[in-house]
């Protein structure tokens, strides 16, 4: 192939196969943060690993791993899949049930271990999982009952030196939706990820960003020993009251300052995933790979805009 005829992609591709290339910087390794397709921009309608096949043909680098069906082919032939395909495992939500009672909670810890060698041997150390803003459970409660769990299973992801990242939700809704206020800002949820263990860190998603009036001196101040992940989305110019969770924009289409959320992970040497996260805006309407496609193109757009490169 003629190097002078390629995409940006397929260039990038060439010269990894080439000895000095992986002399220079490793194999498969990366200096920039690179795109993820995730699987709401295809309203869960594409199995793997007809999903990471999807990545691939729309040019997505990365891909959000299905955990169950991926282990079920188990992980000589998903990292066959992916090495094939030449995308890279972005990250896996960590199946752990922490919301309900202690007898749920330890009976889900071995799936955790499991899950967690497994994430090892496709070379994918990071995994997450979400916090609701607001709970039947007053917040001191709470917090000291998700410490104690959170604190165990970094104990466990430990030993296969996996990290997770804990979500921040933002709209007022999710805040209200129940009595009790828990943790929602960017800030607090970093210093209670610190406390659970040296490997939990925050899921960063640029929509629970904005709507919790984060900064980007937030981001700097995370650093990137914090930021397990990163979802990439926007935000409609609505009233506080009036955002709904499940209805967001592709990156660019709003008002988040996915510019300044950009520059400010490239600050810190963020070099991992951005999952492309979009709920809503029609993409039901669309064929899977016109959603992927739209997300990808759309996402691009704005790394150009940021004058960030995307690996």
Same mark, same amino acid.
Request: proline share 7%; charged share 25%.
């Given at each position: 192939?003629?190097?002078?005829?390629?995409?940006?992609? !397929?260039?990038? !591709?060439?010269?990894?196969?080439?000895?000095?290339?992986?002399?220079?910087?490793?194999?498969?390794?990366?200096?920039?943060?690179?795109?993820?397709?995730?699987?709401?921009?295809?309203?869960?309608?594409?199995?793997?690993?007809?999903?990471?096949?999807?990545?691939?043909?729309?040019?997505?680098?990365?891909?959000?791993?299905?955990?169950?069906?991926?282990?079920?082919?188990?992980?000589?032939? =998903?990292?066959?899949?992916?090495?094939?395909?030449?995308?890279?495992?972005?990250?896996?939500?960590?199946?752990?049930?922490?919301?309900?009672?202690?007898?749920?909670?330890?009976? #889900?810890?071995?799936?955790?271990?499991?899950?967690? !060698?497994?994430?090892?041997?496709?070379?994918?150390?990071?995994?997450?999982?979400?916090?609701?803003?607001?709970?039947?459970?007053?917040?001191?409660?709470?917090?000291?009952?998700?410490? !104690?769990?959170?604190?165990?299973? #970094?104990?466990?992801?430990?030993?296969?030196?996996?990290?997770?990242?804990?979500?921040?939700?933002?709209?007022? +809704?999710?805040?209200?939706?129940?009595? +009790?206020?828990?943790?929602?800002?960017?800030?607090?949820?970093?210093?209670?990820?610190?406390?659970?263990?040296?490997?939990?860190?925050? =899921?960063?998603?640029?929509?629970?960003? +904005? +709507?919790?009036?984060?900064?980007?001196?937030?981001?700097?101040?995370?650093?990137?020993?914090?930021?397990?992940?990163?979802?990439?989305?926007?935000?409609?110019?609505?009233?506080?009251?009036?955002?709904?969770?499940?209805?967001?924009?592709?990156?660019g289409e709003g008002i988040i300052n996915l510019v300044g959320f950009l520059r400010a992970l490239q600050k810190i040497g963020y070099t991992d995933g951005l999952s492309v996260e979009v709920f809503g805006r029609g993409l039901d309407k669309m064929t899977p790979e016109e959603g992927a496609r739209?997300?990808?193109?759309?996402?691009?757009?704005?790394?150009?805009?940021?004058?960030?490169?995307?690996?």
């Amino acid at each position: 192939m003629n190097p002078l005829l390629m995409n940006r992609r !397929q260039a990038f !591709q060439f010269f990894a196969a080439t000895p000095a290339f992986a002399k220079a910087f490793g194999a498969g390794s990366s200096h920039h943060m690179y795109l993820s397709l995730n699987s709401t921009l295809v309203t869960n309608r594409v199995p793997w690993p007809r999903f990471a096949e999807l990545a691939a043909k729309v040019g997505f680098p990365g891909v959000d791993v299905m955990l169950d069906p991926a282990m079920k082919a188990g992980a000589g032939a =998903t990292n066959k899949l992916l090495r094939d395909l030449k995308v890279r495992p972005s990250m896996i939500s960590a199946p752990v049930e922490f919301r309900k009672d202690d007898a749920a909670f330890k009976a #889900s810890l071995p799936k955790l271990e499991a899950a967690a !060698q497994f994430a090892a041997a496709i070379d994918c150390p990071r995994m997450m999982t979400y916090i609701m803003p607001s709970s039947e459970t007053p917040k001191d409660e709470l917090r000291r009952i998700y410490k !104690q769990r959170f604190t165990e299973c #970094s104990r466990i992801l430990a030993k296969s030196n996996i990290r997770l990242g804990l979500e921040f939700l933002g709209p007022l +809704h999710l805040r209200k939706a129940f009595p +009790h206020e828990f943790i929602w800002r960017m800030n607090e949820m970093l210093e209670f990820a610190k406390e659970c263990g040296p490997n939990i860190g925050l =899921t960063l998603d640029a929509w629970h960003w +904005h +709507h919790a009036g984060g900064t980007t001196e937030d981001i700097l101040h995370a650093g990137r020993e914090r930021i397990v992940d990163v979802h990439f989305d926007d935000a409609p110019n609505l009233p506080p009251d009036q955002i709904r969770d499940n209805q967001r924009l592709m990156p660019g289409e709003g008002i988040i300052n996915l510019v300044g959320f950009l520059r400010a992970l490239q600050k810190i040497g963020y070099t991992d995933g951005l999952s492309v996260e979009v709920f809503g805006r029609g993409l039901d309407k669309m064929t899977p790979e016109e959603g992927a496609r739209l997300g990808l193109e759309k996402s691009l757009a704005v790394f150009r805009k940021a004058d960030v490169p995307e690996g």
